[in-house]
């Protein structure tokens, strides 16, 4: 492997555990707390989708006319990429986003939605995520994580917005969560059967092939540049922090609901 990706990989490794490990998955006992982790985590899937797709737009040809961008073999690794996070299927086999897929997950659940979708409506008119985020109540956590997130968008490096991609991203769902999400579909599985497969099909596709392909990806865009590895480790470390501030933000709504109820 990459001697490169090898080390950026030991630097993030107690971050990762610190994430797999979180106190959040202790507070996820019910439904109901189920509902407010993916209230929060629902941010996280679109700005993903979002990341996706500038990472397309700056190593494709996505404009008219078509001209050759960049390497052929870094087109395919995106390209394969977005087909599938963009276009996957169902539990019916129907073609969805893995982000129309979690809202189908949230409505079965009756997790509520209407501050996302607030948030991409005003967003689609406006174009400005702080207003977008002031109109739809969006939660402080969640803030910050998609601001981090379009920091880097907004920076142009593809080298950076495929290092948060491949290292922030991938491989981040404990087993505890998915014995957690076991026990409560044994209960309630009309209520989270699409959920528990959104889960699944994530650790299938993004865990293994996807993942794959995006530390290709990153190795192909930082190539022997010593300063943009310099770079993407430290955004990799940064957007994990995120991800555990992210964590603490769900944490503490579900911790303090759970206080008013006593």
Known sequence: ??????????????????I????????INDLDDLKVFMQYHVYAVWDFMSLLKSLQSNLTCTTVPWFPVGSAETRYLINEIVTGEESDVDMNGVRKSHFELYLDAMHQAEAATAQIEKFIAVLKDSS??????????????????????????????????????TFGREDLIPGMFMSIINDIHLSVPEKISTFKYYLERHIEVDGDHHS??????????????????????????????????????VYESIASKKVLVL
């Open 1 to 18: 492997m990459n001697h490169h990706i090898e080390s950026i990989q030991e630097k993030i490794e107690p971050l990762r555990q610190q």
């Open 20 to 27: 797999i490990n979180h106190k959040v998955y202790s507070v």
């Open 128 to 165: 400005d995520l702080q207003s977008s985020f002031v109109a739809a109540g969006t939660p402080e956590a969640a803030r910050s994580f998609v601001n981090f997130t379009f920091d880097v968008i907004n920076s142009n490096k593809s080298y950076l917005q495929a290092a948060i991609f």
């Open 212 to 249: 794959h392909l995006a530390l290709q990806m990153t190795a192909n865009l930082c190539g022997e540049n010593t300063e943009f590895w310099q770079e993407a480790e430290a955004a990799t470390i940064q957007s994990l922090q995120k991800r555990i501030e992210l964590w603490d933000g």
